[in-house]
């Protein structure tokens, strides 16, 4: 599909007529719909019953088989109802748990009940492949977090100028949920596309809401890249390092499976034998016959993202002020010209008097 989707419970119904108008374009070009109707007179079959049917089970083939194990805002949007802790920590720092640098740029003020842009940057290795959840390589994505303050929200598409859509491209920015049209998520979407994002916002007015004021507010935005090493049940993934939970000597390796993983067998000095599950993904760095400590890495660490986030400002500016500022700088400037052309006048005036007195 052209566009990068990012799928979770509340865009359901979107994302099927998406998919619907990528089925549909193909279909077209074979003349799908004028040869079926033929076949349909033929054989006295309900066209639009048959084709339903077809288009439901498609559908819900895809959805049983969507690819979760990347969809690392949804795992927020199900465990948190917000997504800033009282700390400031955003949760996605629970799961991705190295530290990575992000940005983002806001304008210094803006007006009520206009769109503006916010771009924010997750600066990632083009060349560097994350650890997928099957064990394979795979590129590396990215996901992101804004959160505005209360009033502000995603623009219309209506609302938003045909260059500010040229910006935002393929970019389908989500509200973290009905009630939180001020918070929104992004991803998981390729970093070759996405290290720098642009959302297009709409500010509030406070004539319509008077819950809100002429303020600065501040604005919070978490990024990352790549995968997590920790589930939010508390679960590690494959994506991080598995250590030796004893003191012991590595007596035996055994492979789990075709697609890597395996099972290392750690035999204590009191007699006992603990066993180490890995899964495809990290490459061991032990042998047999080594000693081992706990808490000693028994594989690399295959991570190659992390989290980082950011916090800035924004002004909502009240016109009124910004037309007193011009009126009282106008005021200003004329008094200066009037003080200018009356201190002519004296002179002029002076220089005649001492004509006189000559």
């Not at 204590?268 to 047999?288: F, H, R, W």
């Not at 003080?339 to 002179?347: A, C, I, R, Y």
């Amino acid at each position: 599909m052209k566009g990068i989707i990012s799928i979770n419970k509340i865009d359901t119904k979107n994302w099927l007529q998406l998919c619907f108008s990528e089925i549909a374009t193909p279909l077209k070009r074979f003349d799908f719909i004028t040869t079926w109707s033929r076949f349909s007179k033929t054989h006295l079959f309900n066209q639009n019953r048959v084709l339903t049917s077809v288009g439901v089970s498609f559908f819900s083939f895809l959805l049983i088989n969507l690819p979760t194990a990347n969809a690392y805002p949804i795992f927020a949007q199900q465990n948190y109802s917000n997504p800033r802790e009282a700390n400031g920590r955003i949760v996605c720092a629970n799961c991705h748990l190295a530290q990575k640098p992000v940005e983002i740029e806001v304008p210094q003020s803006v007006l009520p009940d206009t769109v503006f842009e916010a771009v924010v940057k997750i600066p990632c290795d083009q060349q560097v492949k994350q650890v997928l959840g099957n064990g394979k390589k795979g590129q590396l994505n990215v996901g992101a977090v804004v959160i505005l303050p209360e009033g502000f929200s995603l623009a219309p598409a209506e609302r938003i100028p045909p260059e500010l859509k040229e910006k935002v491209g393929n970019l389908y920015p989500q509200s973290y949920s009905d009630s939180q049209k001020n918070i929104l998520v992004v991803g998981p979407v390729p970093g070759k596309l996405y290290s720098e994002m642009i959302f297009p916002l709409l500010s509030p007015d406070p004539a319509k809401d008077k819950k809100l004021s002429y303020l600065k507010y501040p604005i919070y935005f978490g990024g990352n890249r790549g995968r997590g090493q920790v589930y939010p049940d508390g679960s590690r993934s494959n994506n991080t390092v598995y250590s030796a939970s004893a003191n012991g000597k590595v007596s035996q390796i055994v492979p789990t499976g075709k697609k890597g993983g395996f099972e290392v067998y750690i035999d204590t000095a009191n007699g006992e034998q603990v066993v180490e599950k890995i899964p495809p993904g990290p490459d061991l760095i032990v042998k047999t016959g080594q000693s081992v400590q706990s808490e000693q890495p028994l594989t690399n660490n295959p991570n190659v993202g992390g989290f980082g986030q950011q916090e800035t400002e924004i002004v909502l500016q009240n016109p009124a002020r910004i037309q007193g500022l011009i009126v009282f700088l106008g005021a200003i400037v004329s008094t200066q010209v009037f003080l200018v052309l009356k201190k002519k006048q004296f002179e002029k005036v002076q220089l005649a008097q001492m004509d006189l007195g000559n």
